[in-house]
């Protein structure tokens, strides 16, 4: 028999936990996205496609019983496997075992999502998919602190899609956006749902996302924050979304504190302004957060209101609007001293 075996023993009905089928007896649980991949050619084609190269030290998240892992082992210096699955660390470690791949396999058992991740130079995966987002922005979180050339992943068809989908699309969304902000993503494979063992009940898709080194030089949680917004109606216009009374209220309340943050840190680092505020003073913070005042200031709504016709986005909606579009929104907000952390 080949290295790449495949699951092939009937264990018994599925009941929504369980899968239909066991690899040397092991139970292969739908709660964990356990969808083991039994198409040698395709798994070929992953690690071809990946570019993985003789120097790499490429990780593998949720490597399952190995058949990708060995493929892997194969092909780059070194493997560092995440799995989850006490069992499947198992049968992972007796495939390698006394052959001359096992000292070129590390084996982390734990969660992905929540452990720090070591050094890697491409990651390949047949991804679980209930952690197909935390882990697509944990790997290039990670980024910012190690550097990496690829992510070579397999996705549900339909996040896959909404990845990489463009301005206009109707798969684009806020997935689309943050995700193309901070790397370049590219569909490379298509797979049926019959290329695993137990069949998923939705067909997948492998893409190559790739991070933008240096990262752009925006704050992320700033971006997102707006991001959010833009995209809570994301069909109607920017106009519209931001008339909206409970948001210009929250972003007011957001804009308040941000103020007296900034007022609070300035009066430490200068004692001069510890003075009591009073008279034109006073006028002065209710104009600075939205407030109005005698004599006409204008209100928060007008200040968001002319913020958008300014920069001609007014009429504009999210759905169609590029990442310059964002970017350039985004410095008008904080231009005029509009935050969204």
Same mark, same amino acid.
């Given at each position: ?8 023993? /009937? ?19 739908? +709660? ?34 190995? !058949? ?27 495939? /390698? ?66 990845? /990489?989908?463009?301005?206009?699309? !109707? ?52 971006? #997102? ?48 302004? #510890?003075? +009591? ?41 999210? +759905? ?22």
């Amino acid at each position: 028999m080949s290295n790449l075996r495949v699951a092939n023993k /009937v264990i018994g009905k599925d009941k929504g936990k369980k899968a239909v089928s066991g690899f040397q007896g092991i139970e292969f649980l739908k +709660s964990r996205g356990q969808h083991i991949l039994k198409n040698p050619l395709l798994v070929d084609n992953i690690v071809q496609k990946a570019g993985v190269k003789k120097t790499d030290i490429v990780l593998e998240i949720g490597p399952g019983t190995g !058949n990708l892992t060995i493929k892997l082992l194969e092909a780059a210096k070194k493997v560092i496997a995440i799995e989850v699955d006490p069992r499947m660390v198992i049968e992972l470690q007796r495939r /390698v075992q006394g052959t001359p791949l096992a000292d070129n396999l590390q084996i982390l058992q734990g969660d992905c999502i929540k452990m720090d991740l070591p050094y890697f130079d491409i990651c390949v995966a047949n991804t679980p998919y209930q952690v197909s987002s935390p882990l697509t922005f944990k790997l290039l979180s990670h980024n910012n602190i190690q550097p990496f050339r690829a992510a070579v992943l397999m996705f549900q068809r339909e996040f896959a899609m909404r990845l /990489v989908a463009p301005p206009g699309d !109707n798969l684009y969304c806020r997935l689309s956006v943050n995700a193309q902000l901070l790397s370049r993503v590219n569909h490379i494979i298509k797979v049926g749902r019959n290329n695993f063992r137990p069949p998923p009940k939705v067909d997948s898709s492998v893409v190559r996302i790739e991070p933008r080194n240096p990262p752009p030089p925006v704050d992320f949680r700033e971006w #997102d924050g707006l991001v959010r917004l833009c995209f809570g109606r994301r069909n109607k216009t920017l106009g519209a979304i931001f008339r909206q009374k409970q948001l210009l209220s929250m972003m007011e309340e957001n804009h308040k504190t941000v103020k007296a943050l900034e007022k609070g840190m300035a009066a430490g680092m200068d004692a001069s302004m #510890d003075t +009591s505020m009073g008279g034109e003073e006073g006028e002065d913070e209710a104009r600075d957060v939205g407030m109005v005042c005698e004599g006409g200031v204008e209100t928060f709504k007008q200040k968001i209101e002319e913020i958008l016709v300014e920069g001609g986005y007014d009429q504009r909606r999210s +759905s169609k609007m590029t990442q310059d579009d964002f970017l350039q929104l985004l410095a008008l907000f904080n231009s005029k001293g509009i935050h969204f952390t």
